[in-house]
């Protein structure tokens, strides 16, 4: 197949007068890496867009920044974060809140120079083509700064989106200094009152100079999430992928929650060995839809959730004792296997033994004849992700591959690894993501099943019982 | 297979006081409904919209709300628009200026009677479940007006979305006044020169009333489009299918622009009369390609253009001398045809008869085994139509299925008429949307090809030529 000689141009349209958007002109690289996935995502080759983080300490930048750079990492898109207090702490390990007043010419000083330090890195990781969207987690509060970044970014032709969180919610102000700033690397080994109150004090010292974006920045391209997720002001934003970023940063919230994951119930093809299909659930998987409804209660207490399943009739069947509202989606279905539906591991192997290898080299990537990679289902799992975002208390209930990518999602797991975690049968797992981490409980419901998990190189009859192209 | 026992509940979840917005429980119908889709696109089953359109006249208000209805009709969401101006019409043709005059008792009670119309007309349709998203099409330039309607549609459960077009750039509003408001109802076999300036009067009037939509209504669900594209503030947006209204009006320009269309050159399937594959162009194809720039040249003129292929070979090498950057889109490739691919229409009938009647019976929504329908297609071409409405002047080389979807989105053709349109090979389609329409114009290339069109019940060898499950 020829390549097209696309070459990297961004934002050379002409602009009218009366519609400043500029219109970028997506190809290139991510193009040719999309031709593995179903079409989304089109961006200039040669974008690099440094997001530069606005707000008073304790607004949740740092949490905004780490969920946006492991959601782009899951779409594959590659993105980090630039911490100034990082590199400012490699000078200053336990600063007092005085090192933060502005009229502590020694402490702006070292402040400044963290910030110059973290731009030359990010630049020189654009330079080095590591990556192509940065974020810059810092407070950048006034206007001087702002505009510095901006115009450091110009120079190497790095767009900005400025992303700044305000908030005059006091619950939520202190929910984030008790949650987060009391276990920072400033505050090691530190009373947490004693740290709580400092850190009040460092907001104070930041309070006496902070400068909100406002008409005066009007030639920026930039986001304010007010109060996270309740009022959203979006100005010149210019192509694709910063409205992918903008479009995830509306639908976040905060709001505590957990996501409940149960694969189906063992089915008919899963005791046979097939994969794909459209079996029922075997006498097994029908206890462990009998039970599921005493686990669920037995994690989520007197939540209310919602189940989500695929439209398979396992997923239905392991899902109807639950006494929740129930929604069908096609986009949870199994990885689709194409003309290998229905067979067995042992007669893929025979039957295509070069894909089957190809398979194992790169499993993430490689797609069925006919059927879909881990790759392709990621991006129908995205509208599934935003509204999991969205929403608060859900179960989903899916299928094995389906229940990998999901997972990966919220617990981070590399591509190269997510297609060959252990997924069993016949266990509810409870994730609850916090503000740097999601937590994760596995409970079995302990009724035998057969294992669906497959080693890499394997064929053996009993290790190959997965149920949907795994 | 089961279906679930979703019964609609939305917005009952908690409310937390430091984040108000809503999250719905997205079910019912339109679930069961996508059990046809890729899975994209969740909704209460009850959600009812009114997007209420905020503005003085002349701020495209018309434009956006019957933009919006396109594209979600094209998703299969029913939805319609209620013009105010309609109704206060029957009773007053042809009003003056003074009419509009807020001083003038009989004009501001026979347009509170016209808005009270709509509005009734409206519930109707909801209560008759007619649709989901309705646009009150209307200045509603005074809070009283809009807290008058916000109210009336609670009282029948149905949510409001505020959308505020502000715009103070005179170039656009003079533009608008020119092209849409001169051709009005109003005034019809008036002088254009008297009718603008009438109209320019009838703003005044509006303009003096005229209250933004600001802090006092921050309970309100609403967008502020500012200068269409420039800036968005969003707040308190409650679910999914608001989140995508927002997200589409978001990147809507209305810059002058053209979207060029066109098939590959005739393919070596399309000789055989074999569908799907990725067959290289034939001779006469290849003459089609050279012929391609100069076609363009005489339609676009001096306009540079980015085009856009699938990954497929025969539209690849069709585009292949045209003097622009290119890109190739995984999202265009043609119809997936699942086990039909590579056989003829001939084939298909004698080996799956039954499933050649039912696609014949319902094109749209049947999915080849192993592969996709039209609506499928419809979901996936979804990135590709918000990518067209961020961009300025794009060239297509795709495939006829897929050519027949971006052509109904742009000319509103209905679903079970745009399947079994005809789009001729080497021929260059040019569409320019306007206010009210898309111009369409066909330039053939004049170079032959055979017909790849099927009629409905036919397989004849050569109607049947389709190159990718038509």
Chains 1, 2 share one sequence.
């Not at 450091?152 to 102000?173: G, P």
């Amino acid at each position: 197949m020829e390549t097209t000689d696309a070459n990297g141009v961004n934002g050379t349209h002409p602009v009218h007068s009366f519609s400043p958007k500029l219109s970028s002109v997506p190809q290139g690289d991510f193009i040719r890496h999309s031709r593995k996935t179903n079409g989304s995502g089109v961006q200039a080759d040669d974008t690099r867009i440094c997001v530069v983080m606005v707000g008073l300490p304790a607004r949740g930048k740092s949490l905004i920044a780490q969920k946006a750079v492991r959601y782009l990492h899951w779409l594959s898109i590659k993105a980090k974060v630039f911490n100034v207090g990082q590199y400012r702490r490699t000078a200053t390990p336990n600063p007092s809140a005085e090192f933060f007043d502005t009229s502590n010419p020694e402490g702006e000083r070292l402040r400044r120079a963290a910030a110059e330090a973290a731009v030359a890195d990010m630049v020189k990781w654009f330079k080095e083509r590591q990556g192509l969207i940065a974020f810059l987690d810092a407070t950048n509060s006034t206007k001087d700064r702002r505009r510095w970044i901006q115009e450091r970014c110009d120079q190497d032709n790095i767009e900005t989106l400025f992303v700044e969180s305000k908030c005059d919610d006091e619950d939520l102000i202190m929910s984030n200094i008790l949650e987060v700033k009391t276990t920072s690397p400033d505050y090691v080994g530190q009373d947490p009152e004693v740290a709580a109150q400092d850190f009040r004090n460092r907001i104070r010292n930041y309070e006496k100079v902070y400068q909100t974006i406002d008409e005066d920045e009007s030639d920026l391209t930039y986001v304010k999430l007010i109060n996270v997720g309740h009022q959203v002001i979006i100005n010149r934003i210019q192509d694709y992928l910063q409205s992918r970023v903008v479009y995830y940063l509306m639908n976040l919230h905060i709001k505590p929650r957990s996501i409940w994951l149960s694969r189906h119930g063992e089915s008919n093809f899963n005791l046979s060995g097939q994969i794909g299909g459209d079996a029922d659930i075997s006498e097994r998987g029908e206890l462990y839809a009998r039970r599921l409804p005493e686990l669920v209660a037995q994690s989520a207490g007197d939540t209310k959730l919602t189940i989500w399943t695929s439209t398979l009739k396992r997923t239905i069947q392991t899902a109807r004792f639950l006494p929740f509202e129930k929604l069908e989606w096609k986009a949870l279905d199994e990885l689709d296997s194409g003309v290998c539906d229905g067979m067995t591991y042992g007669e893929i192997e025979e039957k295509y033994p070069e894909d089957f290898k190809a398979r194992d080299d790169d499993k993430y990537n490689y797609r069925y004849l006919g059927g879909e990679s881990y790759r392709d289902v990621v991006i129908r799992l995205e509208p599934i992700i935003m509204e999991l975002e969205r929403s608060e208390n859900i179960l989903i209930v899916t299928h094995q591959a389906i229940l990998r990518c999901i997972y990966a999602y919220f617990m981070n797991v590399p591509q190269e690894r997510s297609p060959w975690m252990e997924v069993p049968l016949h266990t509810l797992i409870k994730l609850t993501p916090k503000a740097y981490k999601t937590e994760e409980e596995r409970m079995p419901a302990k009724i035998p099943a057969v294992s669906t998990f497959r080693e890499k190189g394997s064929s053996a009859k009993h290790q190959e019982k997965e149920e949907g192209g795994d």
